[in-house]
């Protein structure tokens, strides 16, 4: 149970990270676009929820591929992916999640 705790911590704590300004290891402020996530360590399970904007970026361009960085970039166990669009007209007929 006190692995639930954890766990359950650990997604709140990212998801105000990942909307404020984060801190890496030395206590410096880090470009979070930039910033790079160790994997975890064992036994520890990472889940990531992300809003995939249907693979458009805050510039408004789409770019799949970085997506898929932005995702691989966190090591997730799991991934939980909102506003991804499957063989849609608003995806131009693309597969999304393939893609990604």
């Known amino acids: 149970m006190k692995h639930h705790y954890r766990t359950t911590l650990f997604v709140i704590v990212t998801s105000f990270l990942l909307s404020q300004s ?3 290891q030395d206590n410096k402020p880090v470009n979070i676009l930039n910033y790079k996530y160790a ?3 064992e ?3 990472r ?3 992300y809003n995939v904007r249907n693979g458009r970026g805050m510039d408004e361009k789409t770019d799949y591929e970085r997506v898929a960085d ?5 090591h997730p166990e799991v991934a ?7 063989i849609t007209t608003r995806s131009n007929g693309v597969d999304v999640l393939k893609a990604i």
Do not use: F, H, R, W
């Open 43 to 45: 036994g520890v399970v």
């Open 70 to 74: 932005v995702i691989n970039s966190i």
């Open 47 to 49: 889940i990531l929820t």
């Open 39 to 41: 994997k975890p360590g």
């Open 22 to 24: 984060a801190y890496g």
């Open 80 to 86: 939980a992916l909102q506003e991804l669009d499957s």
